[in-house]
């Protein structure tokens, strides 16, 4: 079988002309499919609903076509879920490291500690960081987000749209069993001179590049001259900076199909004409194992099996996003014209001012009769139906069922046993799908710490490298600073093992708070080791950046025990009501010296709140929490005051402890007191707030009798009215025919 003949897929292509058929057949057979993309990214971005040109058409010039960014909303929330998943950790990245030597076991949990370290500063720079955005970006919208590496050498992923890639349409969803794909990519002019002057045999055809240079360059220069091949030279030696050479680019298609032996090889067309050889064609020992060694996709859904099935938020709330656009669209009329007057003409003078403005009324011949009946709509209805569609979306985002109305839960009311229910079986939903995405995620983590670690190796691409990514470089200084770090020699790609780091909550803030709460309060049974870290995830959470100034030196896996519970990062926690059981290893002293001040400070807060009439309920809940920590320092260090000088301290110590007991006293009362008056002022407001819904109530009640006397007393007058007619004209009707009897006699 000559490779002409056989099937895509299963063998290189033997011409340019076959890898475009290839290409030309895929961007056939996934047109309709790319065609809804670039809808999604259409109503996502802000286009109408409806089309102008087709309205005006019609004659609808006037009518309104907005869209409400209902779509864009929705798929920032799902978005920042997403990348709440990865960012909300102190360390990106977990590390196991392989290969220890013996000697450094002792210290293995803290090197592990410094090497994530590192990793976690190198995957937040800006170049990852923004990948990741656009790529969840990309995931949340349109279904998939592509990460990939352009090359073998590259450390660092690029993102490539969905759109930019063009795959089969019963391709697998599985990149590692996929045949062929195409990549649509763009070569400026710097990365051509740098291909250009790169000798040897890397699989670049430099003289076809050359040849695609002076096509390229025959189209950017907007002439029928045609250039010299010592012209086309001479630019390229002379590197003239023209306005075309900066904005200068080569559309290239990045073809990549498995062969017979069952990896990948790559081949280079131009996309926007035809060359008669490839401009690229890999070498044999640079044929891919897999697509998932350079191409790593972000899937929104984990369950179809086929890749064109795989579908993002954008698809599930297109159709019902529209109708909200164009429902809203509607009410915006609705509302317009029911606020315009009506104005009675003569018909000669509307017709004479067409051509005039009338914005603010609409002008009608006196002639003819207007049913204003029809210009008031049911708005309930419409913004009834707005809300149902917004619940839609919400549920979408959510991933939740969705009731009859719109609403997201149960569609009946349901017992705090059943709620409880749902909401686990929510969590637990959210949880499988966040677990899905940390997997795709440590797959391309792991893919960006084997790069940047092995990346010394050739000399070729290490001055790529280190000319183009220099976050790279500073990786691996950072890495040199550890101590024992050099023994380790992790210039190998076997030498760790990298994962991302897992959010508690999975995605949700709500939970992850309510779950770090949760263990905080029950921190007691866990190890020293694990109450300390649990008790500084917690004040990270809830105090965010500002907190690193209470753990400012904080390592747990370095440091004693006395050295992590710092009297500032206490006292933090003292001030949000939270308790802090101290450790018998502790500095007391040092602890007591850190609490007094602190201690002070709100015994003073707690006086003026008194003076001034203010809530003293959070002093209460800070002295409260701080006042038995203090009292346990104060006897722990009782037994180490074995001197003078020592006993004297305690007794100082001793003597703000009871300070504290007393003032704790006195402030209890006074809140005790405080609350119990608002209890029965909130009690009095109730009253007065029911008596005024009693006569509102009564006022309506009123107003609805008057109403309806004026109604029916109308309705009275009419049917008089109708009475008088009708006698009027049985008395015109006998009239008449007394008079025609007698003209016939």
Known sequence: MTPDSDPIGLSPFSSPSKARDAVDRLVEETWSAHEKLGMIEGQVGGSPPMDDAELRAAGFAEMTNLNFRGSKMACVRAASKLVDLFASREQAVTVSLEKVPEALLSVKSALTTQ?????????????????????????????????????????????????????????????????????????????????????????????????????????????????????????????????????????????????????????VVASDFETEEFLYRNRPEDAYKCFSEFLYPLRYSKFPKEYWDVEGLGHDIFDVQAVADRTQSGFVDYVDLAVRPIVSMPAGEVLGRSNVRVDRFIMVPSEQKIDTSMMKGDGGALLALNRMLGGHVDAAVERVPV??????????????????????????????????????????????????????????????????????????????KIPNYGVLKLTTEDAFEASVSRAVGAGSQRDRRTALQVAFQNRGVLSPLGARR????????????????????????????????????????????????????????????????????????????????????????????????????????????????????????????????NYLQRLTKNVTTQREAQRRQQAQQQVLQQKQNVDTMKTVETLKRDAAAAKDDSRRKDRQADAEIRRKDRVAQADTQIKRTKGSR
């Open 534 to 661: 649990i008790t500084k995830d917690f004040m990270l959470e809830l105090l965010g950046p500002t907190a690193v100034e209470y753990v400012e030196g904080y390592d747990e896996d370095v440091f004693p025990s006395e050295k992590g519970h710092h009297p500032r990062y206490e006292n933090a926690l003292f001030g949000l009501g939270a308790t802090v059981p101290p450790a018998d290893d502790d500095n007391h002293e040092a602890h007591l010296q850190g609490h007094t001040p602190f201690v002070q400070q709100i015994i003073q807060a707690g006086v003026q709140a008194e003076q001034q009439g203010g809530d003293q309920g959070r002093v209460l809940a800070a002295l409260q929490a701080v006042a038995p920590h203090y009292s346990r320092h104060v006897d722990l260090f009782q037994l180490q005051a074995n001197t003078e000088d020592l006993a004297a301290r305690h007794k100082a110590y001793l003597q703000v402890a009871g300070e504290i007991t």
């Open 115 to 267: 090497v994530a370290t590192a990793f976690s500063h190198f995957l937040r720079e800006d170049c990852i960081h923004d990948l990741r955005i656009a790529r969840v970006w990309e995931c949340v919208t349109k279904g998939v987000g592509f990460a990939w590496f352009p090359d073998k050498d590259c450390p660092v992923p690029e993102f490539l749209p969905r759109s930019g890639v063009l795959v089969p349409p019963r391709a697998p969803a599985d990149v590692k069993s996929w045949k062929i794909c195409a990549v649509k990519q763009s070569m400026d002019a710097h990365e051509m001179f740098r291909i250009l002057d790169l000798g040897g045999t890397d699989g670049w055809n430099r003289q076809a590049i050359r040849l695609a240079y002076t096509v390229a360059m025959q189209g950017q220069e907007y002439t029928d001259r045609e250039f010299t091949e010592s012209e086309v030279e001479a630019r390229i030696k002379n590197r003239r900076q023209g306005v075309w050479d900066d904005n200068f680019s080569l559309n290239l298609y990045r073809i990549f199909v498995r062969n017979t032996e069952g990896k990948v090889d790559e081949f």
């Open 403 to 480: 009731n009859s109305a719109g609403e997201t839960g149960s569609a009946q009311p349901i017992s705090a046993a059943e709620a409880k229910m749902e909401s686990i079986q929510f969590t637990e939903q959210n949880t499988v799908s966040a677990g899905f995405f940390y997997d795709q995620e440590d797959c391309l983590v792991e893919e960006i710490l084997e790069r940047a670690m092995r990346y010394t190796k050739s000399e070729v691409a290490k001055a790529v490298v280190e000319a183009r990514y220099p976050e790279v470089v500073e990786l691996h200084k950072a890495l040199k």
